[in-house]
Protein backbone atom coordinates (compact mmCIF):
# COMPACT_ATOMS: atom_id res chain seq x y z
CA UNK A 1 0.00 0.00 0.00
CA UNK A 2 1.12 3.78 -0.54
CA UNK A 3 2.70 5.55 2.01
CA UNK A 4 -0.18 7.28 4.39
CA UNK A 5 -0.46 9.37 7.58
CA UNK A 6 -1.08 8.13 10.45
CA UNK A 7 -3.59 9.85 12.47
CA UNK A 8 -2.38 10.08 15.73
CA UNK A 9 -4.93 10.66 19.30
CA UNK A 10 -5.31 9.60 22.44
CA UNK A 11 -6.32 6.21 21.27
CA UNK A 12 -2.86 5.62 19.93
CA UNK A 13 -1.29 6.30 23.07
CA UNK A 14 2.36 7.42 23.39
CA UNK A 15 5.03 6.44 25.63
CA UNK A 16 7.39 8.51 28.05
CA UNK A 17 10.10 7.68 25.38
CA UNK A 18 8.36 9.78 22.39
CA UNK A 19 9.13 12.83 22.38
CA UNK A 20 13.16 11.42 22.03
CA UNK A 21 12.32 9.00 19.35
CA UNK A 22 10.59 12.02 17.65
CA UNK A 23 13.60 14.05 17.76
CA UNK A 24 15.95 11.15 16.74
CA UNK A 25 13.72 11.09 13.18
CA UNK A 26 11.01 8.40 13.53
CA UNK A 27 9.83 7.34 10.24
CA UNK A 28 7.25 4.67 10.60
CA UNK A 29 5.01 3.90 13.00
CA UNK A 30 2.52 0.91 13.55
CA UNK A 31 0.31 0.67 16.59
CA UNK A 32 0.35 -2.13 18.88
CA UNK A 33 -1.63 -2.81 21.61
CA UNK A 34 -3.27 0.35 20.96
CA UNK A 35 -0.08 2.11 21.51
CA UNK A 36 2.58 3.82 18.93
CA UNK A 37 5.57 1.56 18.11
CA UNK A 38 8.26 3.17 16.05
CA UNK A 39 9.16 0.96 12.93
CA UNK A 40 11.67 2.18 11.30
CA UNK A 41 14.11 5.96 11.46
CA UNK A 42 16.31 5.41 8.15
CA UNK A 43 14.81 2.92 5.87
CA UNK A 44 14.01 -0.82 6.78
CA UNK A 45 17.65 -1.73 4.99
CA UNK A 46 19.77 1.14 6.49
CA UNK A 47 18.20 -0.08 9.96
CA UNK A 48 18.50 -3.31 9.38
CA UNK A 49 22.42 -3.04 9.21
CA UNK A 50 22.77 -1.03 12.26
CA UNK A 51 20.46 -3.53 14.07
CA UNK A 52 23.38 -6.17 13.19
CA UNK A 53 26.68 -4.62 12.93
CA UNK A 54 26.51 -2.21 16.06
CA UNK A 55 23.41 -1.40 18.41
CA UNK A 56 19.75 -0.10 19.07
CA UNK A 57 17.70 1.85 21.09
CA UNK A 58 14.11 0.28 20.24
CA UNK A 59 10.80 2.24 22.79
CA UNK A 60 9.21 -1.00 22.76
CA UNK A 61 6.67 0.28 25.74
CA UNK A 62 3.93 -1.49 23.59
CA UNK A 63 5.18 -4.67 25.04
CA UNK A 64 2.19 -3.92 28.01
CA UNK A 65 2.83 -5.90 31.10
CA UNK A 66 -0.30 -7.24 32.50
CA UNK A 67 0.53 -7.99 35.99
CA UNK A 68 -1.55 -10.60 37.59
CA UNK A 69 -0.70 -10.13 41.63
CA UNK A 70 -2.91 -12.60 44.29
CA UNK A 71 -2.31 -16.53 45.84
CA UNK A 72 -4.27 -17.48 42.32
CA UNK A 73 -1.54 -15.81 40.13
CA UNK A 74 0.18 -18.78 38.92
CA UNK A 75 -2.98 -20.81 38.40
CA UNK A 76 -4.72 -18.31 36.34
CA UNK A 77 -1.17 -17.96 34.20
CA UNK A 78 -1.25 -21.61 34.19
CA UNK A 79 -4.68 -22.09 32.93
CA UNK A 80 -4.10 -19.44 30.18
CA UNK A 81 -1.19 -21.40 28.48
CA UNK A 82 0.19 -24.72 27.76
CA UNK A 83 3.34 -24.68 28.96
CA UNK A 84 4.74 -26.09 32.26
CA UNK A 85 5.15 -22.82 33.72
CA UNK A 86 5.62 -24.66 37.76
CA UNK A 87 9.43 -24.90 37.54
CA UNK A 88 10.36 -21.43 36.84
CA UNK A 89 12.21 -19.11 38.80
CA UNK A 90 12.05 -15.76 40.18
CA UNK A 91 12.96 -13.58 37.54
CA UNK A 92 12.76 -15.86 34.59
CA UNK A 93 11.41 -14.85 30.95
CA UNK A 94 8.98 -18.13 29.43
CA UNK A 95 7.92 -17.66 26.01
CA UNK A 96 4.94 -19.29 26.07
CA UNK A 97 1.79 -19.12 24.27
CA UNK A 98 -1.90 -18.57 25.24
CA UNK A 99 -4.28 -20.59 24.45
CA UNK A 100 -8.01 -20.72 24.29
CA UNK A 101 -10.18 -24.03 24.71
CA UNK A 102 -10.08 -24.88 21.14
CA UNK A 103 -6.23 -24.65 21.16
CA UNK A 104 -6.22 -21.27 19.41
CA UNK A 105 -3.23 -19.05 19.70
CA UNK A 106 -4.99 -16.20 21.79
CA UNK A 107 -1.27 -14.23 22.19
CA UNK A 108 2.31 -15.17 22.40
CA UNK A 109 3.79 -13.10 25.13
CA UNK A 110 7.10 -13.88 26.93
CA UNK A 111 5.72 -14.76 30.88
CA UNK A 112 7.77 -13.12 33.97
CA UNK A 113 7.54 -14.85 37.11
CA UNK A 114 8.04 -11.51 38.89
CA UNK A 115 7.79 -12.74 42.48
CA UNK A 116 6.00 -16.04 43.37
CA UNK A 117 2.41 -14.23 43.50
CA UNK A 118 3.14 -12.03 40.74
CA UNK A 119 3.03 -12.71 37.35
CA UNK A 120 3.43 -10.31 34.26
CA UNK A 121 2.35 -11.23 30.91
CA UNK A 122 4.65 -9.32 28.49
CA UNK A 123 2.01 -9.42 25.45
CA UNK A 124 1.83 -9.55 21.97
CA UNK A 125 -0.69 -7.81 20.45
CA UNK A 126 -4.05 -8.73 21.45
CA UNK A 127 -6.49 -7.59 23.89
CA UNK A 128 -4.79 -10.04 27.13
CA UNK A 129 -6.23 -7.96 29.83
CA UNK A 130 -10.02 -8.69 28.65
CA UNK A 131 -9.68 -12.64 28.89
CA UNK A 132 -7.78 -12.68 31.68
CA UNK A 133 -10.36 -10.60 33.94
CA UNK A 134 -13.07 -12.59 32.22
CA UNK A 135 -11.61 -16.27 33.66
CA UNK A 136 -10.48 -14.71 36.72
CA UNK A 137 -14.15 -13.48 37.22
CA UNK A 138 -15.89 -16.24 35.92
CA UNK A 139 -13.87 -19.07 38.30
CA UNK A 140 -13.47 -16.49 41.14
CA UNK A 141 -9.77 -16.57 41.77
CA UNK A 142 -8.21 -14.62 44.34
CA UNK A 143 -6.23 -11.81 41.85
CA UNK A 144 -6.05 -8.39 40.49
CA UNK A 145 -5.05 -7.85 37.37
CA UNK A 146 -3.75 -4.54 35.74
CA UNK A 147 -1.58 -3.43 33.44
CA UNK A 148 1.26 -2.11 35.01
CA UNK A 149 3.06 0.99 34.77
CA UNK A 150 6.35 -0.44 33.11
CA UNK A 151 7.92 0.92 29.68
CA UNK A 152 10.39 -1.53 27.90
CA UNK A 153 13.37 -0.28 26.19
CA UNK A 154 14.83 -2.48 24.34
CA UNK A 155 18.91 -2.31 23.66
CA UNK A 156 19.97 -4.82 20.44
CA UNK A 157 22.77 -5.81 18.62
CA UNK A 158 26.26 -7.62 19.19
CA UNK A 159 27.11 -4.22 21.14
CA UNK A 160 24.11 -4.55 23.30
CA UNK A 161 26.44 -6.04 26.04
CA UNK A 162 29.01 -3.40 25.95
CA UNK A 163 26.37 -0.47 26.00
CA UNK A 164 23.90 -2.06 28.82
CA UNK A 165 27.17 -2.67 31.15
CA UNK A 166 28.06 1.03 30.88
CA UNK A 167 24.66 2.13 32.15
CA UNK A 168 24.03 -0.60 34.46
CA UNK A 169 27.29 -1.87 35.66
CA UNK A 170 29.23 -5.25 35.81
CA UNK A 171 26.55 -7.48 36.45
CA UNK A 172 24.91 -7.33 33.28
CA UNK A 173 27.36 -9.78 31.39
CA UNK A 174 26.19 -12.41 33.95
CA UNK A 175 22.79 -12.06 33.04
CA UNK A 176 21.99 -15.33 31.11
CA UNK A 177 19.32 -15.88 27.69
CA UNK A 178 15.59 -15.13 29.71
CA UNK A 179 17.01 -14.82 33.14
CA UNK A 180 17.03 -11.17 34.55
CA UNK A 181 18.42 -8.76 37.37
CA UNK A 182 17.43 -5.99 39.27
CA UNK A 183 19.77 -3.66 38.43
CA UNK A 184 19.64 0.53 40.33
CA UNK A 185 19.19 3.08 37.26
CA UNK A 186 19.26 6.83 39.72
CA UNK A 187 18.87 4.93 43.05
CA UNK A 188 15.92 2.52 41.59
CA UNK A 189 16.03 -0.98 40.99
CA UNK A 190 14.75 -2.04 37.67
CA UNK A 191 14.32 -5.54 35.97
CA UNK A 192 17.04 -6.09 33.06
CA UNK A 193 16.25 -9.21 31.14
CA UNK A 194 18.70 -10.44 28.28
CA UNK A 195 16.01 -10.71 26.03
CA UNK A 196 14.79 -9.24 22.56
CA UNK A 197 12.58 -9.47 19.30
CA UNK A 198 15.73 -9.67 17.44
CA UNK A 199 18.15 -13.05 17.01
CA UNK A 200 21.54 -10.27 17.19
CA UNK A 201 21.71 -10.21 21.08
CA UNK A 202 20.52 -7.65 23.30
CA UNK A 203 18.61 -6.54 26.64
CA UNK A 204 15.19 -5.53 27.77
CA UNK A 205 15.71 -2.82 30.80
CA UNK A 206 11.75 -2.62 32.18
CA UNK A 207 11.63 0.73 32.99
CA UNK A 208 8.92 1.56 35.96
CA UNK A 209 9.42 5.39 36.45
CA UNK A 210 8.22 7.49 33.37
CA UNK A 211 10.57 10.31 34.86
CA UNK A 212 13.48 8.53 33.85
CA UNK A 213 12.58 7.51 30.29
CA UNK A 214 14.52 10.31 28.75
CA UNK A 215 17.12 10.62 31.44
CA UNK A 216 17.63 6.82 30.09
CA UNK A 217 17.40 7.48 26.55
CA UNK A 218 19.85 9.93 26.88
CA UNK A 219 22.82 8.19 28.75
CA UNK A 220 22.40 5.27 26.42
CA UNK A 221 22.99 7.67 23.42
CA UNK A 222 25.89 9.50 25.52
CA UNK A 223 27.54 6.48 26.35
CA UNK A 224 27.14 4.38 22.57
CA UNK A 225 28.65 7.02 20.64
CA UNK A 226 31.59 4.96 19.61
CA UNK A 227 29.72 2.34 19.64
CA UNK A 228 27.24 3.81 16.54
CA UNK A 229 23.85 3.53 18.53
CA UNK A 230 21.34 4.39 16.69
CA UNK A 231 17.43 4.39 17.46
CA UNK A 232 15.51 1.23 16.01
CA UNK A 233 12.57 -0.85 16.17
CA UNK A 234 11.61 -4.59 15.85
CA UNK A 235 12.95 -4.81 11.74
CA UNK A 236 10.75 -6.66 8.85
CA UNK A 237 14.17 -8.25 7.61
CA UNK A 238 15.73 -8.98 10.90
CA UNK A 239 12.85 -10.54 11.93
CA UNK A 240 11.76 -12.85 9.50
CA UNK A 241 15.16 -14.02 8.49
CA UNK A 242 15.24 -14.61 12.87
CA UNK A 243 12.04 -16.83 12.12
CA UNK A 244 10.27 -14.59 14.86
CA UNK A 245 6.79 -14.78 14.79
CA UNK A 246 4.44 -11.85 14.82
CA UNK A 247 0.94 -12.22 16.43
CA UNK A 248 -1.53 -10.88 13.90
CA UNK A 249 0.37 -10.91 11.16
CA UNK A 250 1.54 -14.91 11.54
CA UNK A 251 -1.07 -15.73 13.05
CA UNK A 252 -4.21 -15.38 15.26
CA UNK A 253 -6.66 -17.42 16.92
CA UNK A 254 -7.82 -19.46 13.99
CA UNK A 255 -4.16 -20.81 14.36
CA UNK A 256 -3.20 -23.54 16.99
CA UNK A 257 0.71 -24.00 18.17
CA UNK A 258 1.23 -26.90 15.99
CA UNK A 259 0.07 -25.24 13.01
CA UNK A 260 3.21 -22.74 14.18
CA UNK A 261 5.60 -24.92 14.70
CA UNK A 262 5.51 -23.57 18.29
CA UNK A 263 5.52 -27.17 19.35
CA UNK A 264 8.59 -26.79 22.14
CA UNK A 265 6.71 -24.49 23.92
CA UNK A 266 3.56 -26.83 24.90
CA UNK A 267 4.10 -29.50 27.51
CA UNK A 268 1.41 -32.65 26.18
CA UNK A 269 1.93 -35.00 28.90
CA UNK A 270 2.78 -32.26 31.60
CA UNK A 271 0.02 -33.13 34.48
CA UNK A 272 -0.86 -29.34 34.89
CA UNK A 273 -4.61 -27.15 34.75
CA UNK A 274 -4.63 -25.83 31.55
CA UNK A 275 -7.70 -24.89 29.08
CA UNK A 276 -6.29 -25.89 25.76
CA UNK A 277 -4.61 -28.77 26.38
CA UNK A 278 -7.54 -31.18 26.03
CA UNK A 279 -8.57 -29.66 22.91
CA UNK A 280 -4.62 -29.52 22.08
CA UNK A 281 -3.55 -33.23 22.81
CA UNK A 282 -6.37 -33.91 20.53
CA UNK A 283 -5.21 -31.80 17.52
CA UNK A 284 -1.76 -33.18 18.21
CA UNK A 285 -0.12 -34.71 14.59
CA UNK A 286 -3.78 -33.94 12.93
CA UNK A 287 -3.77 -30.01 12.06
CA UNK A 288 -4.43 -29.11 8.91
CA UNK A 289 -2.13 -26.69 8.01
CA UNK A 290 1.93 -25.28 8.72
CA UNK A 291 3.46 -22.40 8.31
CA UNK A 292 6.11 -22.78 6.07
CA UNK A 293 8.93 -20.66 4.41
CA UNK A 294 8.60 -19.91 1.13
CA UNK A 295 12.12 -18.89 -0.89
CA UNK A 296 12.74 -16.97 -3.93
CA UNK A 297 15.37 -16.02 -6.09
CA UNK A 298 14.28 -12.46 -6.97
CA UNK A 299 11.13 -9.99 -5.47
CA UNK A 300 7.58 -11.59 -6.33
CA UNK A 301 4.13 -10.21 -6.48
CA UNK A 302 1.77 -11.65 -4.70
CA UNK A 303 -1.82 -11.22 -5.51
CA UNK A 304 -3.27 -10.68 -2.61
CA UNK A 305 -2.80 -13.37 0.22
CA UNK A 306 -3.85 -16.36 -1.31
CA UNK A 307 -1.76 -18.77 -3.13
CA UNK A 308 -3.67 -20.66 -5.57
CA UNK A 309 -2.14 -23.69 -7.18
CA UNK A 310 -4.11 -26.64 -8.42
CA UNK A 311 -7.00 -24.16 -8.48
CA UNK A 312 -7.57 -24.07 -4.95
CA UNK A 313 -6.18 -22.11 -2.43
CA UNK A 314 -2.92 -23.82 -0.87
CA UNK A 315 -1.47 -21.33 1.29
CA UNK A 316 -2.07 -17.88 2.74
CA UNK A 317 0.98 -15.49 2.81
CA UNK A 318 1.73 -13.73 6.11
CA UNK A 319 4.58 -11.79 6.18
CA UNK A 320 7.39 -11.02 3.40
CA UNK A 321 10.31 -8.91 2.66
CA UNK A 322 13.20 -8.98 0.47
CA UNK A 323 16.97 -9.87 2.87
CA UNK A 324 19.21 -7.89 1.11
CA UNK A 325 22.28 -10.18 3.04
CA UNK A 326 21.16 -13.79 1.17
CA UNK A 327 19.89 -11.58 -1.86
CA UNK A 328 16.23 -13.78 -1.49
CA UNK A 329 12.82 -13.17 -1.51
CA UNK A 330 11.16 -14.44 1.87
CA UNK A 331 7.76 -15.00 2.81
CA UNK A 332 6.26 -17.05 5.61
CA UNK A 333 2.96 -18.58 4.58
CA UNK A 334 0.48 -20.81 6.59
CA UNK A 335 -0.07 -23.84 3.94
CA UNK A 336 -2.18 -26.76 3.61
CA UNK A 337 -0.43 -30.04 4.88
CA UNK A 338 -1.80 -32.30 1.84
CA UNK A 339 -0.05 -30.04 -0.84
CA UNK A 340 3.60 -29.96 1.58
CA UNK A 341 3.29 -33.16 1.34
CA UNK A 342 3.62 -33.50 -2.06
CA UNK A 343 5.48 -30.51 -2.91
CA UNK A 344 8.96 -28.61 -2.67
CA UNK A 345 8.00 -25.71 -4.93
CA UNK A 346 5.21 -23.42 -5.73
CA UNK A 347 4.85 -21.18 -7.86
CA UNK A 348 4.05 -17.57 -7.85
CA UNK A 349 3.78 -14.20 -10.59
CA UNK A 350 5.39 -16.80 -13.25
CA UNK A 351 8.87 -17.29 -10.67
CA UNK A 352 9.67 -20.67 -8.58
CA UNK A 353 9.67 -20.69 -4.76
CA UNK A 354 11.04 -23.12 -2.78
CA UNK A 355 8.75 -24.75 0.07
CA UNK A 356 11.04 -24.80 3.27
CA UNK A 357 10.85 -25.38 6.86
CA UNK A 358 11.26 -22.59 9.34
CA UNK A 359 13.11 -21.12 11.07
CA UNK A 360 15.36 -20.65 7.39
CA UNK A 361 18.62 -22.48 7.44
CA UNK A 362 20.62 -20.10 5.08
CA UNK A 363 23.60 -22.34 4.55
CA UNK A 364 21.04 -25.21 3.37
CA UNK A 365 19.04 -22.27 1.26
CA UNK A 366 22.21 -20.34 -0.55
N1 LIG B 1 9.96 -9.14 24.58
C1 LIG B 1 9.04 -8.96 25.55
N2 LIG B 1 7.74 -9.03 25.32
C2 LIG B 1 7.29 -9.27 24.06
C3 LIG B 1 8.20 -9.49 23.01
C4 LIG B 1 9.58 -9.41 23.29
N3 LIG B 1 5.96 -9.34 23.82
C5 LIG B 1 5.50 -9.34 22.46
C6 LIG B 1 6.36 -10.15 21.53
N4 LIG B 1 7.76 -9.78 21.73
C7 LIG B 1 6.16 -11.62 21.82
N5 LIG B 1 6.76 -12.48 20.81
C8 LIG B 1 8.01 -13.07 20.96
C9 LIG B 1 8.45 -13.93 19.98
C10 LIG B 1 9.67 -14.55 20.11
C11 LIG B 1 10.45 -14.30 21.22
C12 LIG B 1 10.04 -13.43 22.17
C13 LIG B 1 8.80 -12.82 22.06
C14 LIG B 1 11.77 -14.97 21.40
N6 LIG B 1 11.89 -16.21 20.97
C15 LIG B 1 13.14 -16.94 21.03
C16 LIG B 1 13.14 -17.97 19.91
O1 LIG B 1 12.10 -18.19 19.34
O2 LIG B 1 14.20 -18.49 19.65
C17 LIG B 1 13.41 -17.57 22.37
C18 LIG B 1 12.34 -18.43 22.89
C19 LIG B 1 12.74 -19.21 24.13
O3 LIG B 1 13.75 -19.95 24.06
O4 LIG B 1 12.06 -19.13 25.16
O5 LIG B 1 12.70 -14.41 21.94
O6 LIG B 1 10.46 -9.54 22.42
N7 LIG B 1 9.46 -8.68 26.80
Redesign the pocket.
Known sequence: MNDKILSISRRTRETPYSRRVEAAGVKGYTVYNHMLLPTFFDSNEADYWSLCEDVQVWD?SC?RQIEVVGPDSERLIQLMTPRDISKASIGQ???APLCDENGGIVN???LIKFASDDWWI???DSDVRLWARGLAQGFGFDVQIREAAIW?LAVQGPKAEELVTRVFGDEVPGIRF?RSKMLEYKGKPMMVMR???SKQGGF?IYLNDADLAEPLWDELFARGQDLKVRAGGPNLIERIESG??S?GNDMNYSHNPFECGLDAFIDLDADIDSMSLPALRALAGKHLHQLVGLVFEQPVEFAGYAVIADNRVVADVRSQVWSPRYRKYLAMAMMRRDFLAENQSLTVDGKIGRIVDLPFDFDAIC
Open positions: VEGLYDPVSIAPFSGYELLY
